[in-house]
């Protein structure tokens, strides 16, 4: 069965640190790969998405995202964080041409103080 | 051009109730697929609507069904309501018979009591 870890549950950081959130999930085919964001009080939107092509993702507010096949990981980065960043950070994979079924990790939670 | 939008935002039931859920996709949407997330986990796959047919089902019970219309809006219905169904309800939407991007709505956080 599919399944998406996320290694960190929650993570504090200052503003301006860098960030790598881990992501990695377990299906032998191929898939798309997703990074959805939770802000306080608003609901799920997409960070950034990896169909295919460069393995190096780059979303909204400056966030990226590097697929590396052979490690099966999907890892979210951002040079520098900002107190507005805080919020609950969502992997997520749907095995190509399966359906649109998403799987999703547990989620991790980053605080940022300012 | 609005989002995907969800009725109610709040609801509270008893045990044993029956509860239904709604949802509009984002214009331009055909597809519709339902998630439960429960506090503090990752919303978990519940089914997919398109063509007005369930498409693809996670592991849930049959208490859990759902209907797509015309206008592609989709209801999520809950039957005899479980404490552990306490959750929030996730609407999402796509395009190109789901293989497109998923757009999440607001939810509506459902408390059986």
């Known amino acids: 069965a599919q399944s998406v870890s996320q290694h960190n549950h929650h993570v504090i950081l200052s503003e301006a640190a860098s960030l790598e959130l881990g992501c990695n999930y377990s299906y032998g085919g191929t898939v798309n790969l997703f990074w959805y964001v939770q802000y306080p009080g608003q609901h799920l939107q997409l960070l950034l998405k990896?169909?295919?092509?460069?393995?190096l993702v780059k979303g909204i507010k400056g966030f990226e995202a590097e697929f590396i096949k052979s490690k099966f990981s999907f890892n979210l980065r951002k040079p520098s964080v900002q107190w507005s960043d805080t919020a609950e950070y969502f992997c997520a994979v749907n095995a190509k041409n399966q359906g649109g079924k998403l799987i999703f990790g547990q989620g991790t939670e980053l605080s940022v103080k300012p | 051009d609005a989002g995907v939008t969800q009725s109610p935002t709040h609801l509270i039931k008893t045990r044993g109730q029956q509860v239904t859920l709604r949802c509009s996709p984002k214009?331009?949407?055909?597809?519709v697929s339902w998630y439960q997330q429960a506090l503090g986990q990752g919303p978990q796959f519940i089914f997919q609507y398109y063509e007005e047919e369930e498409r693809q089902r996670g592991n849930f019970p049959d208490r859990f069904s759902g209907h797509q219309f015309p206008n592609y809006s989709s209801e999520l219905n809950v039957n005899a309501l479980l404490l552990g169904d306490s959750a929030l309800y996730l609407c999402?939407?796509?395009?190109?018979?789901?293989?497109?991007?998923?757009?999440f709505g607001p939810g509506t956080r459902l408390t059986v009591l």
């Open positions: 990896y169909f295919s092509g460069d393995p």
């Open positions: 214009s331009g949407h055909d597809t």
């Open positions: 999402a939407s796509s395009g190109n018979r789901g293989a497109d991007t998923q757009y």
